[in-house]
């Protein structure tokens, strides 16, 4: 994988399922109210590389997109 990531969320496609959060939680978090995502760190470290792209797989309405 690259040095660089930069994340990216489509908060309308969001089905609210807490993958990300779970997975990437200095990445993803949830909005309290209606559980949409919400997306912490645009450009994670390469630490976190792993996490956001196993989200980005996992995510079931495919509203994560990671750019290598």
Do not use: K, W, Y
């Not at 994340?7 to 309308?12: A, F, H, L």
């Amino acid at each position: 994988m690259t040095d660089t990531v930069t994340v990216e969320v489509d908060q309308s496609r969001c089905a609210s399922s807490g993958n990300c959060a779970d997975l990437a939680p200095a990445v993803f978090t949830q909005d309290d109210d209606s559980g949409v995502v919400v997306l912490l760190d645009a450009q994670p470290g390469a630490d976190l590389h792993d996490a956001v792209s196993q989200a980005e797989n996992l995510c079931p309405a495919r509203a994560i997109l990671v750019r290598r």
